[in-house]
């Protein structure tokens, strides 16, 4: 995995933190609604997990999540990516939502490589 500054790990870490409690909350008003959670379930999942890796690698923090959730979660961090991509597009340069797309971005990306080198041991 990619050397990263301290002040990377931190704010993708705080970045995953934030996913987390959006999607929480998003589940907790969609579950009051009686709507389908599933899809937000699901990313829930993942982003807990691409949190436990960051804080795995760069932290020596344990998990205990098996390879199929491993490979579950890349595949939905993944699938996030040009979504957030594509709403990074249509932001305004210097903007605070473009800056925090720009870290969730980032986040995403080095969950993943992380999830990738865990799985490739």
Partial sequence: MENVSN???????????S?????????????????NTT??????????I??????NVWNQRPHSYIQED??????VLA??????????????AGSSQRTL???RIRALE???QAIDNISNK
Avoid: D
């Fill in 7 to 17: 002040v990377v790990k931190l704010e993708s870490i705080k970045s995953l933190q």
């Fill in 19 to 35: 996913t987390i409690s959006k999607l929480e909350n998003a589940l907790s008003q969609m579950t009051q609604k009686g709507v």
């Fill in 39 to 48: 899809l937000v379930k699901k990313r829930l999942k993942a982003v807990s």
């Fill in 50 to 55: 691409g949190l436990a890796m960051l804080e």
């Fill in 70 to 75: 491993l490979a579950e979660a890349q595949n």
């Fill in 79 to 92: 699938g996030l990516l040009p979504t957030i991509e594509n709403s990074y597009g249509k932001s305004k």
């Fill in 101 to 103: 797309l720009e870290r």
């Fill in 110 to 112: 080095l969950a993943i």
